[in-house]
């Protein structure tokens, strides 16, 4: 097949909708909350999607609806929150929008069992359904529970338990209780069981037992790490908490709170080979459920704006699975593995490629969750779970070992790691601004490498480097040496950290004040992004030349690849003459700029930023293509049927990733945000007809 065909990865399905929608579904990230109907539709809450799922619904392996379109703000709010229950009538979720930082307000909204919205006397908001809580909320509402009569609301802002009328949602009472996170309802004694937190939203604490007027019962829980979810198993009427600490696991107590089993290996994802996937193998767990037919469901939130949904029979028994692992990211392919294994920010993929389905229905079938890389429980500090929107840039081979390298969105931070069986771990840091929870750190830019080993930020490894303070792109080639391309300043242009040497660590290893600056070749003024085939010795550069300059009118600034491109061979021998130059696609104000932009088997792969769509919303420009040889266009990619012809924006500088693997076939991987995918696109590309 001379064309390409369209799949994707990191989602269970491939999405193809800004709107919610069972035809195009997806799995949403972000996963905080879950509460399972008797007929056993497990609905996720979580508190931010582009897609607009905030609380989706999903049945049988199946997306089968979702509430976040109705009345939580449609298309201009993209806001759910953070906790959600039923009774086996209503669905109530609780909505945090706080768009105003001076004014956050929680609601509860309720729905029928089929999302539609169940008005009542009184109710507010665009559907009627809305109760306001807290008006000027100092947190999110982490708690629901709901019985035939009552609904029960943990309403940390006021350290109170607030109880309205299940029916005619009026306040009835409250009572005091600080910190309160997570509630059930247990029918049985009719009593509430209500989880404890900490300061900062810590979930870390216990687990008290109360009638539902605010009296303490005996049965206190003390033995779970992080009680993220608690939930009543019906016909025994146990008690199950879902911990989120190093246990990974859901513990069951009975009314008097006395531990009577455990669900999931102990140590969770972690244990046994730490990050290997098994179903018995809980990841950061926040919801438990259970229907009718006493099955059961757990969520977890992955390692970090995740959603990994999973059902099991009453024996234990894995019956689904569902995952939501693409948000703002893209694919790295191993170069060492043909591409056979794929790895995004977190999370490493087997890729069977012989698997292709294509047409409508078609895509997807490629991929298998096989591990994830990483491990907060032993390296909390790990960057890639502090910075907001992480995403993978390379995978390189260097020395017989692996590395991975990862950036943010705008390319601020180069962030590095080594292996160690599937944990990727953190052994050096090149940023250009204070990096958000990191205790031991000089004013930026600095960079830090991890002398003694222990995958952690020590004081006396961080290096303040001002010549990386206006770094704009990063790259690893595969000598294992970082260039980066300085927009402005004293080494404006291209500059190089040569590899020094690999430590007894395994560390990647360099010196801070041996950066060496090449300058801006010509015919650029200002370089944007650089691309160095170790190879052959031949540089890409991207940027703005005098005849075609930075405009006033970049999106995002200076985030842009440029106006043009160029090849520049025996690049470490001294040669500064552009082989070729072509101009990029570029207008600003039709929204038409080039971000992202990789090479791979004799050929670059340039992404718009602004994906470009006709009248009927279908995609008509996305990736453009050129020889690498001459700079000559030869197509353009866009996706196709199987994701409905669908593209987000390309928000991130670098992820846009491809290889040509062994038999000539080219995989390319780009960010799709909207639908919390990595879009793949795949083919021989002798021509551009898709297939």
Avoid at 91 to 106: G, L, M, P, R
Avoid at 348 to 362: R, V
Avoid at 532 to 550: E, H, I, K, R
Wanted: net charge negative.
């Amino acid at each position: 097949m001379a064309g390409y065909a369209t799949s994707w990865l990191a989602n269970t399905f491939g999405g193809g909708s800004y709107a919610p929608s069972t035809t195009y579904p997806f799995v949403q990230p972000d996963a905080q909350d879950l509460s399972v109907t008797p007929s056993g539709v497990a609905v996720v809450a979580d508190y931010y999607d582009e897609g607009h799922r905030m609380f989706g619904m999903y049945q049988n392996g199946q997306v089968v609806g979702s509430i976040s379109w109705n009345c939580v703000g449609g298309p201009t709010h993209l806001r759910g929150g953070y906790a959600v229950t039923n009774n086996g009538t209503y669905i109530y979720i609780a909505v945090y929008d706080d768009s105003s930082s001076s004014n956050k307000i929680n609601y509860v909204q309720r729905y029928d069992l089929n999302e539609n919205p169940s008005t009542f006397s009184g109710g507010s908001g665009g559907c009627s359904n809305q109760i306001t809580v807290d008006t000027s909320a100092s947190a999110p509402i982490y708690g629901l529970a709901a019985s035939a009569t009552e609904l029960y609301v943990a309403d940390g802002s006021s350290n109170s338990i607030d109880v309205y009328d299940a029916n005619t949602m009026a306040l009835k009472r409250h009572f005091a209780f600080t910190n309160p996170r997570r509630l059930a309802y247990d029918l049985n004694t009719n009593t509430l069981w209500i989880s404890q937190g900490g300061a900062n939203s810590s979930f870390a604490g216990n687990v008290y037992h109360f009638d539902v007027n605010g009296n303490q019962l005996s049965g206190t829980i003390t033995n779970v790490a992080v009680p993220h979810a608690l939930a009543i198993q019906p016909g025994t009427g146990y008690l199950w908490v879902a911990d989120y600490g190093p246990d990974q696991n859901l513990k069951i107590y009975n009314n008097a709170g006395q531990q009577v089993g455990t669900f999931g290996v102990q140590g969770g994802i972690y244990s046994g080979t730490p990050g290997l996937l098994a179903s018995n193998k809980l990841f950061y767990p926040v919801g438990i459920g259970f229907d009718a037919s006493s099955n059961i469901y757990t969520v977890g939130i992955g390692a970090h704006f995740q959603s990994d949904l999973r059902a099991f029979n009453s024996s234990g028994n894995k019956l689904w699975g569902l995952q939501g692992f693409g948000y703002v990211d893209t694919g790295a392919p191993d170069p060492a593995t043909d591409g056979q294994d794929v790895y995004t920010t977190f999370e490493h993929y087997k890729m069977n490629y012989s698997n292709l389905t294509t047409g409508a229905g078609g895509g997807g079938t490629e991929q298998t969750w096989y591990a994830t890389t990483v491990d907060p429980l032993k390296y909390p500090l790990d960057p890639r779970l502090l910075d907001g929107f992480p995403t993978v840039s390379q995978v390189q081979n260097v020395g017989g070992n692996k590395y991975l390298a990862v950036t943010d969105m705008y390319s601020n931070s180069l962030m590095l790691f080594r292996f160690n069986g599937e944990i990727a771990v953190p052994m050096a840091m090149l940023t250009r601004q204070s990096f958000y929870y990191w205790p031991t750190q000089p004013s930026p830019p600095w960079f830090w490498q991890d002398t003694n080993g222990n995958g952690n930020p020590d004081s006396g490894e961080f290096t303040q480097l001002g010549s990386i303070s206006n770094a704009q792109d990063w790259f690893l080639d595969a000598n294992g040496n970082v260039w980066y391309a300085n927009v402005t300043g004293t080494n404006a242009g291209i500059n190089e950290f040569p590899l020094q040497a690999i430590n007894s660590s395994g560390n990647l290893t360099y010196s801070p004040t041996g950066v060496v600056t090449y300058g801006i070749p010509a015919p650029f003024n200002q370089v944007q992004n650089v691309f160095y085939d170790a190879a052959n010795d031949v540089m890409y550069v991207s940027g703005y030349t005098p005849s075609l300059p930075f405009g006033n009118n970049e999106p995002y600034g200076t985030h842009s690849a440029g106006t043009v491109i160029a090849r520049y061979n025996h690049w470490s021998a001294g040669n500064r003459t552009a082989a070729w130059t072509a101009n990029l696609p570029h207008n600003p104000s039709a929204g038409i700029t080039i971000r992202p932009w990789t090479v791979a088997g004799g050929k670059i792969f340039a992404g718009l930023f602004e994906t470009q769509n006709n009248s009927s919303g279908q995609v008509i420009h996305n990736i453009y293509v050129y020889d690498a040889s001459s700079g000559a266009s030869l197509g353009e990619m866009m996706p196709g049927v199987e994701t409905n012809y669908f593209m987000g924006w390309l928000d991130c500088n670098q992820t846009l990733q491809a290889i040509q693997r062994s038999n000539g076939e080219y995989v390319v991987f780009e960010e799709e945000e909207v639908d919390g995918k990595v879009t793949v696109l795949r083919g021989l590309l002798n021509d551009f007809t898709q297939y």
